[in-house]
């Protein structure tokens, strides 16, 4: 297994942002669907600290993906992937990009508004990004929970375009992005990468 991508597929390290990211992104989400039916109580406010908490360490591993991403290669799409194709799997991999700062930030400028400091695991306090000011932090709020949907969406047709090359075009596509746990390569050639 490759430390850094391949132009034919990506590397040990762009799989382990892709995985752990995609288990915290995914239980942030259903956190926060949970969330919103909850009545007030100790336990809703529990989950609202710790959900805070994972959506900063998202943002921390969102810019030092983003910086890896910057410094690695890409591996390339397919041939057989038409033109248009390439540029929707691109437009959807930059919106989660955005999603993926997007998301914590208005959590955090929500919290900052409404005058609740975000806590580290009990460690530190992240500074305010703003004067509590309730208006703000409403339209936070209903920013934040509609980029969820958003992201909730792009995260269902990325996985949904995954599953279509594994198994209608049975290209590589996503064997690439998958644990390599029996230390072959799982790149048959470099004209089916992506």
């Known amino acids: 297994m490759c430390f850094k991508n391949t132009l034919q597929t990506y590397g ?34 529990k989950l609202i600290g710790i959900h805070k908490e994972v959506g900063i360490v998202v943002l921390f591993l969102a810019a030092l993906r983003l910086g890896w991403k910057v410094l690695d290669v890409s591996p390339l799409l397919p041939d057989s992937i038409g033109k248009l194709a390439q540029l929707g799997a691109k437009l959807l991999h930059l919106s989660l990009y955005a999603l993926m700062f997007a998301m914590p930030i208005t959590g955090w400028l929500m919290s900052s508004a409404a005058g609740f400091p975000v806590s580290m695991f009990g460690l530190f306090i992240m500074p305010n990004l703003v004067a509590p000011d309730k208006a703000f932090g409403k339209d936070m709020n209903e920013l934040h929970e509609t980029l969820a949907w958003v992201l909730i969406a792009l995260i269902v047709v990325h996985l949904l375009a995954a599953l279509l090359h594994h198994f209608y075009y049975k290209d590589n ?17 470099s004209n089916t990468a992506s």
């Open 12 to 45: 040990v390290v762009a799989k382990i942002f892709h995985w752990v990211m995609a288990v915290l992104i995914v239980v942030l989400l259903a956190v926060g669907l949970i969330m919103a039916d909850m009545e007030n109580s100790p336990d809703k406010f």
């Open 173 to 189: 596509i996503l064997k690439r992005m998958l644990p390599n746990l029996k230390g072959k390569n799982n790149v048959q050639n």
